[in-house]
């Protein structure tokens, strides 16, 4: 099995007053092809509203444009910043979304739950005509937009999230989400030395585990890119900017990982990955409203090799490459992509 033993995450075996644990609980009513929940898949209706910064989000702009839905499911951007109250759109003139004439995204969660009581997360879809939301469940909206709104997908769209291998690509991406996504999480908001030991192990376990798979394989399932890639790349393209130093995740940086390195650069070389990120914004909203809760003084770990026997160190200088520009490593031929999802005068 994949998860493998030494290295799954286990919930529960700290205090919770210790340990990070996430609030998983969201407005899951989907949006479907039939409209089975009263909310069926129409071209122009719904507004997926995000922000560049938030990696949840960040999953939901790459797969709408890898499949081509810009033209049928409008996008709301969120600025950078924001309070305990609710995402703005702070990069609208007015402040104001243009589509839903709102500041505050918690004006959209209020009119589908009055007073909502937990918080107001991005992504988020908007029914556009009753100006209320209809999901915040970010897990499940990629998904849907690979299968419920297969008949707006582009020509020559990439099936990410093939039936043949789903079960594969939904155990990777437990996988995946506990011990990497949450699990930089986990390390940066730990309350004791023994919580964040326990988070740093798993996360590092964890890459080592996919290092390891990826250094044989182009993806992480099969042989085209699928959704499991696209939860991957999130976490490792915001680690060296902010997780590395903000959440305390130093045993190596990304770059010092040949394999991963090489992984994340030919996926951001990808249309519908890189150009869906915003460097600044994502060091944004993470040095200005995000606080860590790692106790001051806690040790940190040495940076270590798998066998604990030798210091991690960049690779060196042979070849002409300096020290921040290490090896691409093993990795196996990279044909040309074909998963370029523009389509002439789409737009956002």
């Known amino acids: 099995m994949w998860r493998g033993g030494s290295i799954r995450t286990t919930v529960g075996i700290m205090a919770l007053d210790t340990e990070f644990i996430r609030d998983s609980r969201y407005i899951n ?29 960040n999953r939901t702009l790459i797969v709408r444009r890898l499949l081509g839905l810009e033209g049928v499911l409008s996008l709301g951007l969120c600025g950078p910043t924001h309070d305990e109250r609710s995402w703005t759109f702070d990069l609208d003139p007015g402040g104001l979304d ?34 209320a939301v209809v999901t915040n469940d970010f897990a499940r909206i990629t998904l849907d937009f690979s299968s419920e709104w297969r008949a707006h997908h582009r020509e020559g769209a990439p099936d990410l999230y093939p039936e043949p291998l789903r079960a594969e690509i939904d155990e990777i991406n437990q996988f995946v989400y506990e011990s990497v996504n949450n699990g930089v ?25 996919l290092s390891e798979r990826l250094a044989t394989r182009r993806y992480l399932v099969g042989d085209a890119i699928t959704e499991a890639d696209v939860r991957l790349f999130v976490t490792l ?5 902010v997780y590395h130093g ?3 995740c130093n045993r190596q940086k990304l770059a010092e990982n040949p394999v991963l390195w090489a992984y994340a650069r030919d996926l951001f070389q990808t249309p519908g990955f890189g150009d869906t ?36 160190r960049a690779p060196n200088s ?27 005068g789409a737009r956002s």
């Open 277 to 312: 990120i915003d460097f600044q914004q994502i060091k944004s909203t993470t040095t200005r409203c995000i606080s860590t809760s790692i106790p001051p003084g806690s040790r940190r770990k040495a940076p270590r090799s798998r066998t604990g026997s030798t210091p991690i």
């Open 246 to 248: 903000h959440f305390k």
């Open 29 to 57: 009513t989907r949006i479907t092809a039939d409209g089975r929940e009263g909310y069926p898949v129409e071209p122009g209706r719904y507004r997926l509203v995000a922000a560049r910064a938030c990696p949840w989000a």
């Open 185 to 209: 999480y986990r390390c940066g908001f730990a309350k004791s030395q023994e919580a964040y030991d326990a988070a740093y192990d798993t996360l590092f376990s964890a890459l080592d585990r």
């Open 237 to 241: 393209v915001r680690f060296d900017a």
């Open 98 to 131: 243009p589509v839903l004439g709102i500041h505050w995204l918690r004006d959209a969660y209020n009119k589908r739950v009055p007073d909502y009581p937990r918080g107001v997360t991005v992504p988020a879809i908007v029914d556009i005509p009753t100006g």
């Open 318 to 344: 042979a070849g002409g490459r300096s020290g921040t520009e290490p090896r691409l490593g093993r990795r196996p031929p990279m044909k040309r992509c074909s998963t370029s999802s523009r389509r002439p």
